[in-house]
């Protein structure tokens, strides 16, 4: 839904609440609660505020995925597993 690129730091957090805001008002019209479902977001975005504003529009389920970079050695080479492939 809202995507995070780069290093730098983003808005992504505020402008995600604010959208799951109005997303959950949408659905609600339809008689349906969405908070009812688990909500997910990456490690980066994660904070103890934005875990409060997601339980503040009654999210119950927040789940975070942290994303990450182990590096091996390989025949005297290290470098991040993901680039094994392309060295062989």
């Known amino acids: 839904m809202v995507s995070k ?10 402008i995600l609440v604010q959208m799951l805001g109005e997303i959950i008002a949408f659905f609600a019209k339809a008689g349906l609660d969405i908070t009812d479902y688990p909500i997910t977001f990456g490690s980066w975005q994660g904070s103890q505020l934005l875990r409060e504003d997601l339980e503040a529009l009654l999210f119950s389920q927040i789940q975070v995925h942290a994303k990450n970079n182990h590096v091996f050695g390989m025949d005297s080479r290290w470098g991040q597993a993901a680039d094994a ?4």
């Open 85 to 88: 492939q392309s060295r062989r």
């Open 5 to 14: 690129q780069g290093r730098a730091n983003t808005q992504n957090p505020k």
